[in-house]
């Protein structure tokens, strides 16, 4: 177990997150480190790394990224009643175990293992450790369907829930790459259309227009001025940032390749910018922050613009398979993002507790089924001819 991510062989773990299913940038090994070194998720923070390896002949075989977690804040799988009901049985709930990547509900990769019997081996390691400590429960959130497979294996229960993804466009399975913005708004039923249109077009008059910036182009001034926006944006809405500027400034040193900024601008003068995360081997961009600066009026449908419009004209340009909106949110359906589930795996010690649990997530199941169904009929997009 280690204490630190830095402790970890980087080269190692990247080598088992290059072999998974569905790598994404958030599970580097420079990733969870800069969380940790910028003090973001540390134990002040509710966040106590305790990450798991395995190891055999001095070679990495399997690793997860484990938390023991004071809190549910930054987790987007909400778990609020289970921690109420605990406590409410004069059970402590905190600490709980947590694999997962802190603040970033993006699925993918969490059991790194070179093959299927020591993702097993390490999913019972960390349901020993959990037994070991008297801990209430063991979590994985956003996983990957060969995690799911290993978690249900192993008898933990699954959780469904739902985000809004972009993906390029096929035609009868094949691929049909959007020309541009306005082939895509093309491909939109007429009310959506119409409604994107007005949404942009309110941003341009109000004398706003976007710089984009990729990789070493987002310099300090730009990281400076991204960061004042993200943190006015959360205590805006009388929350706490979750990264410090120090996190930005590791990821503009080691990961600058996966980021793009865009930056508005009004007469010469930058006022807001969002952030997405790209892997661009594999043609995947992920929304991740955004924020406008603090003490301007706020500009009539900028958000969506930077969040979603700038993003979207950037990933079709780029011939990007999929923009991922982040979590919740159904209203980023109108604008051209789909249904699609994610999946949690939970362990928890009590067995009338688990029981009850197990009860909840089949009824709670029962209405993601019916949620879904209901989008589908809400399709933003054309019928196929």
Known sequence: MHTEPGTIDARGWDALLAASAAPTPFMRHAYLDA???????????????????????GALQAACALYLKSHSYGEYVFDWAWANA??????????KLL???????????????????????????????????????AHLLFLDEADQRAAEAAGWMLRSAVQF??????????????????????????????????????VREAGVDFETLRGAQIDDAAWDFFHRCYTATYRAHHSTPYLTRDFFHRMAATMAGHWVMFVARRGGE????????IDAERGHAWGRYWGQAPGLEPVNCLHFEACYY????WCIEQRFLRFEGGAQGEHKMARGLLPVRTASAHWLAEPRFADAVARFLESEGSGIEAYVGELSERNPFKPAP
């Not at 541009?180 to 259309?193: E, G, P, T």
Request: proline share 6%; glycine share 4%.
């Open 35 to 57: 969380l940790h070194a910028s003090r973001s998720a540390v134990r002040e923070t509710g966040w106590a790394p305790c990450f798991l390896t395995i190891e055999h002949g």
């Open 86 to 95: 605990y406590e409410n049985a004069g059970r402590d709930y905190y600490p």
């Open 99 to 137: 694999c997962a990547v802190p603040f970033t509900p993006v699925p993918g990769s969490r059991l790194l293992a070179r093959d299927a019997a020591a993702r097993v081996v390490l999913l019972r390691a960390m349901q020993a450790l959990a037994e070991e400590r008297g801990l209430s429960s």
């Open 165 to 202: 993804h972009w993906q390029q466009r096929r035609v009868d399975g094949i691929d049909a790459p959007y020309a541009d913005f306005a082939d895509f708004l093309a491909s939109l039923q007429r009310d959506k259309r119409k409604k994107i249109q007005q949404e942009r077009r309110y």
């Open 270 to 277: 930058r006022i807001a910018a969002s952030l997405i995360a």
């Open 310 to 313: 700038q993003p979207l004209a």
